[in-house]
């Protein structure tokens, strides 16, 4: 039921938003440090799968389990914790808060787990530089561009080392050059640390970042390791 050494895997699932129902049945799985695009349609169930396996929403049933432990089996205080520790996010838009600085937005995780300003601004400065975005410390989210901002997201994704990187159409608002930026930097830095990136994306453009692609259809997501 759960691919051998996967690091997060999803089986089964379903969602039913009143009478819709957004997963029906939907397995998933990712290995560590492996990037996987989930793709297809707008209104499949691409978002509601990502943030039944990121343990932002629960699904009415089937199984997620990250790293052996079962998600359901844990209370909401360790699921929010599971999230800081483990997990990074990278959305469209406005994930950034805009009354801090860049850096210190990329900080951010790591004050959250406890790390002392200095040292987490350090390590921000160290995540930016591989992002090419060191330059924008002192500036706040709306004094950047779009690329920018996307870049800095993702130096704030990385900062906290997580395990996974959830990414939701990460370069939805950007145009193609930056966009494509944005994935190579993401990506690279993704493997150089062996973080997991589930990637959402319409654009086959984006997919092509990924080792492995995962189709999302009326909620079923048709993934090969599941074929069976
Ligand atoms: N909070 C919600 N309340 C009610 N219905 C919802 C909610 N979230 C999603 N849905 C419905 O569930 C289905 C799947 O939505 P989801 O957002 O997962 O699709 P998606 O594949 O991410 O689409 P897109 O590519 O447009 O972002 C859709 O029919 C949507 O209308
Ligand atoms: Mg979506």
Known sequence: MIPEGSLLAAHDLRKTYGSTPALDGAS????????????GPSGSGKS?????????????SGTITYAGRELSAMSDA???????????????????????????????????????????????????????????????????????GQRVAVARALAGSPKV??????????????????MELLTEAARSANVAVVLVTHEARVAAYSDRDVTVRDGRARDLEHAA
Do not use: Y
């Not at 509601?48 to 009415?60: K, M, R, S």
């Open 165 to 182: 990187i959830f990414a939701d159409e990460p370069t939805g608002a950007l145009d193609s050059l930056n966009g494509e930026r944005v």
């Open 28 to 39: 998933f799985s990712v290995h560590p440090g492996e990037v996987v695009a989930v793709m």
């Open 78 to 148: 360790e699921r929010s914790a599971l999230r800081r520790s483990d997990f990074g996010f990278v959305f469209q838009f406005g994930q950034l808060v805009p009354e801090l600085t860049c850096v210190e937005n990329v900080a951010l995780p790591l004050r959250l787990n406890g790390v002392r300003r200095k040292a987490a601004e350090r390590t921000a400065l160290e995540w930016m530089e591989r992002l090419e975005v060191d330059d924008l410390g002192s500036k706040r989210p709306g004094e950047v561009s779009g690329g920018q």
């Open 48 to 60: 509601t799968l990502l943030h039944c396996l990121a343990g932002i929403i629960t699904p009415d």
